[in-house]
């Protein structure tokens, strides 16, 4: 068992060190086969490090698929033993972190919806005293740098060494051309001033559609970010949230072979 341990914390450890970082999967978990099928053709194409799936969804409105909730987290489970990919989820409060954790979620994320929380925030950070393991920070909805250092202090405070961020763009009424507004100079800023952290960007959120996304990729790459997470679907169109802008994992494995890397990340 410790030796397992260990096993998994290096392999944890090396994706986190790897350039590109790269993670895709479903925006939510549906059905067992979904995330299993879906695992399997992500680890095919032979670029994804991480299996992404959201299980439980903060949806703007009421109403719509709100998420599978813990039965999901087996099905994950289950799809990391079968193809070797790490896992990562969101997590919104202490019950999830607890839940995600107990069924060996490998990287846990906070969402765009509870960066903008200090007290969510805090929740997690609550939460993760004492535990090992790598944490995601999207920025907050709001084009707001403060809340976004404010919530990687907290779970820094709890004692997560591994923190990185996710920029997903900020939500900006009446735009059209994006779901949600880049402000690269934001993520840039950001970055400039916690350079010790790693930083990925996520064309899904950001796009909103389907046709811009290797784009924002191609942008994010040359703005030197550390990796992409991309939502991708065995069968987008059918998707239960966020339909329009996954991607199968066909699709993701050409994109990624479409974008022009650094050098040294070749
Ligand atoms: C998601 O990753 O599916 C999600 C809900 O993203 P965000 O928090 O960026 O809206
Ligand atoms: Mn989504």
Redesign the pocket.
Known sequence: MQAETTTMENKVQAAWNKRPLIISGP??AETEEQVVETAQRLAQTGKVDVL?S?IW??RTRPGSFEGIGTKGLPWLQHARKVTGLLTAV?VATAKQVEDALHFDVDIL?V???TTVNPFSVQEIADALRGVKVPVLI?NP?NPDLELWIGAVERIAKAGINDIGL?H?GFSSYGNTEYR?APMWHLAIEMKRRNPELLMIN?P??ICGRRDILQEVAQKAIDLDFDGL?I?SHIDPDNAW??AKQQITPERLGEMLNSIIWRREDI
């Open positions: 925006c939510s992404r959201g969804k903060p969101e994320w969402g765009a919806r999207k909805i996710i997903r949600n996520d899904s959120h997470i939502e949230s966020d």
